[in-house]
């Protein structure tokens, strides 16, 4: 049991003070053999009142002097248990104290934890910020790095393409050039081929109108006049169809020249296919001077 706090002490003396007061009293009202004789009192006293004592007995003194410490103890025990009460609850007070303050404590440790780990993920996020910046900066570089090869790429498929495009043209000018000379020379040859063919054909045509006026029967009186045909011959030279394109204004002169063409079948043609295509439809002009001389 802890020691009593001054406080108890102070009660418990209280107590104790109070009921030995009561004690003298009840003493002093016991009359004594011995204080009989005693003079009378002086005259400042005679006029206070007198309390009259009375004998008690020896028992009866020793039960009212138990009783009062029965009393006593009761009340010691009462103070006891009181000052035990207090201590209890002072206890509790100091333990709900020591409690408070170590729910203070953890409040202040949890407040502590909480603000290092708002601290600490606030850090984190920088951290991750700093890194987010980062990696944009070192993509921006990368991005910036990749145009640059891109831009230096394009730069030299364009200039591979204009290196080509000039290559093609230059290819298409000499092929242009090689073609106008080949089609020179084609002209060439054709317009060559051409007049050999038309030479041919006036060579055959002035044949054939050699033949037509050895087959023409005609008398004089139509000079002057002249009759224009159209023959049709075929391959080898049979004529298939003779039409007056001008007359001569003279039908019988006219009838006697187209006797006088298929008479003269089979005419005279070309053997080479290319000169017959151009022979195959020709035009005789005919004048009976040129028969009669």
Same mark, same amino acid.
């Given at each position: 049991?802890?020691?009593?706090?001054?406080?108890?002490?102070?009660?418990?003396?209280?107590?104790?003070?109070?009921?030995?007061?009561?004690?003298?009293?009840?003493?002093?009202?016991?009359?004594?053999?011995?204080?009989?004789?005693?003079?009378?009192?002086?005259?400042?006293?005679?006029?206070?009142?007198?309390?009259?004592?009375?004998?008690?007995?020896?028992?009866?003194?020793?039960?009212? #002097?138990?009783?009062?410490?029965?009393?006593?103890?009761?009340?010691?025990?009462?103070?006891?248990?009181?000052?035990?009460?207090?201590?209890?609850?002072?206890?509790?007070?100091?333990?709900?104290?020591?409690?408070?303050?170590?729910?203070?404590?953890?409040?202040?440790?949890?407040?502590?934890?909480?603000?290092?780990?708002?601290?600490?993920?606030?850090?984190?996020?920088?951290?991750?910020?700093?890194?987010?910046?980062?990696?944009?900066?070192?993509?921006?570089?990368?991005?910036?790095?990749?145009?640059?090869?891109?831009?230096?790429?394009?730069?030299?498929?364009?200039? @591979?393409? @204009?290196?080509?495009?000039?290559?093609?043209? #230059?290819?298409?000018?000499?092929?242009?050039?090689?073609? @106008?000379?080949?089609?020179?020379?084609?002209?060439?040859?054709?317009?060559?081929?051409?007049?050999?063919?038309?030479?041919?054909?006036?060579?055959?045509?002035?044949?054939?109108?050699?033949?037509?006026?050895?087959?023409?029967?005609?008398?004089?009186?139509?000079?002057?006049?002249? #009759?224009?045909?159209?023959?049709?011959?075929?391959?080898?030279? #049979?004529?298939?169809?003779?039409?007056?394109?001008?007359?001569?204004?003279?039908?019988?002169?006219?009838?006697?020249?187209?006797?006088?063409?298929?008479? @003269?079948?089979?005419?005279?043609?070309?053997?080479?296919?290319?000169?017959?295509?151009?022979?195959?439809?020709?035009?005789?002009?005919?004048?009976?001077?040129?028969?009669?001389?």
């Amino acid at each position: 049991m802890r020691p009593w706090a001054p406080d108890y002490k102070r009660a418990f003396y209280w107590a104790l003070a109070v009921h030995m007061g009561i004690l003298v009293m009840m003493i002093m009202q016991i009359d004594f053999p011995w204080d009989r004789n005693k003079p009378a009192l002086s005259y400042a006293m005679q006029n206070v009142q007198v309390i009259q004592a009375q004998i008690v007995p020896e028992a009866a003194l020793e039960k009212r #002097t138990d009783q009062i410490n029965e009393s006593l103890r009761i009340e010691a025990e009462k103070q006891q248990q009181l000052a035990l009460e207090q201590e209890q609850a002072q206890k509790r007070q100091e333990e709900a104290a020591q409690l408070a303050l170590e729910k203070e404590k953890q409040v202040k440790a949890e407040q502590l934890a909480q603000e290092q780990k708002k601290k600490q993920e606030a850090d984190a996020l920088r951290v991750a910020e700093l890194e987010k910046q980062k990696q944009a900066e070192i993509a921006k570089q990368k991005e910036a790095e990749l145009a640059k090869q891109k831009e230096a790429e394009l730069a030299k498929q364009k200039e @591979a393409q @204009a290196q080509a495009e000039a290559a093609k043209l #230059t290819e298409q000018a000499k092929q242009q050039q090689l073609l @106008a000379e080949q089609q020179a020379i084609n002209t060439a040859q054709q317009a060559q081929l051409q007049q050999a063919i038309l030479t041919e054909v006036e060579r055959y045509t002035l044949m054939v109108k050699q033949k037509v006026m050895q087959n023409w029967l005609i008398q004089r009186g139509y000079e002057g006049l002249t #009759t224009q045909l159209h023959v049709r011959v075929a391959p080898g030279g #049979t004529v298939l169809d003779v039409q007056v394109i001008k007359k001569s204004g003279n039908e019988a002169l006219d009838r006697s020249a187209v006797s006088a063409v298929y008479r @003269a079948s089979p005419l005279p043609v070309p053997t080479d296919p290319a000169v017959f295509e151009s022979f195959r439809e020709l035009r005789l002009i005919l004048r009976p001077e040129d028969v009669l001389g």
